[in-house]
């Protein structure tokens, strides 16, 4: 999360700490979904659960118009953090 919150590409990191479930915002749906096709090792998926990490962009579904349209949220696995870091961060920097 600490990682996250001062990457330049991130708006705000939801993280309410004990948890290894957070939330990213991007500035909009175009540069979440971006971020989305760019994962490698991070699974997008619409569960939230399993060993995986994996990541939804939920305003994406009809029926959630309230949620911000660049809100991605991460559910972290079991994978390596340095892995994980590392995926993330080419995400984000393939966002222009």
Do not use: F, N
């Amino acid at each position: 999360a600490e990682r996250l919150a001062g990457h330049p590409a991130v708006r705000a990191v939801r993280y309410p700490g004990g948890g290894a479930m957070l939330a990213v915002e991007l500035p909009d749906a175009e540069s979440a979904d971006a971020v989305c096709a760019a994962l490698r090792l991070v699974h997008h998926a619409t569960s939230l659960g399993g060993v995986e990490t994996t990541a939804e962009r939920r305003a994406a579904r009809s029926g959630d118009a309230h949620v911000p349209a660049g809100l991605v949220r991460l559910s972290v696995g079991l994978e390596d953090p340095e892995d994980l870091w590392a995926d993330l961060d080419q995400a984000l920097r393939s966002v222009k």
